[in-house]
């Protein structure tokens, strides 16, 4: 799952891009408001971590510009502005959530998981389909309740394609959900890891849908 974090602030920036990454996101990280604009015109994302102080283009004039134009990303605001006043305007402006500087890590990542699962539709972190169950929380998957495991790439196509199930994912998806913005992407890696999980999984788990991508089909 690929995460767009938009924070000027270095050191705020780098704590959360490095928790976000450890927790098996994809991130892209825009420093100003113009950059995020940019990266939400050409990307998708699940989630979008938004500071409201910003250099360029505040975080609230973003915020109303992409509900005003029907995104409904899930988006969880940042800010030091603490007061209720604040936070009201933040949340009638479109934010999902809101935290107020400074935060704690562990609280941040939580609530990214609520937000995420919230607009998938999930009420928890696991996931049963057939003889596998996915706990999205720990990062592991059993089969037949022996756990198998994966690389931490297989595990983000896995996560992609069980979280949007009976919905195709085209490589490019499945792509943005690999990669952040430094990285190379590698041209067959995609075919390469879904073969991996069906040698690991199951040959029955992912359908190819030609000329789209994958699916996972609802169980
Ligand atoms: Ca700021």
Known sequence: MRILLVEDDELIGSGVEFALRQAGYAVDWARDGRQAELALATHRYALVVLDLGLPVRSGGDLLKALRD??????VLVLTARGTIADRVRG????????????FDLTELLARCRALVRRSQGRSAESIAWRNLSVDLLAQSVTRDDTRVSLTSREWAVLTQLITHQGIPQSRTDLEESL????????????????????????ADLITTVRGIGYVIEKP
């Not at 134009?69 to 899930?74: E, K, L, Q, R, T």
């Not at 949340?91 to 400074?102: E, Q, R, S, T, V």
Request: no cysteine.
């Open 91 to 102: 949340l009638d402006a479109g934010a999902d959530d809101y935290l107020g500087k400074p």
């Open 69 to 74: 134009a029907g995104n409904d990303v899930p």
């Open 179 to 202: 990669y952040g913005w430094q990285e190379e992407i590698e041209s067959n890696a995609i075919e390469v890891h879904v073969s991996k999980l069906r040698k690991k999984l199951g």
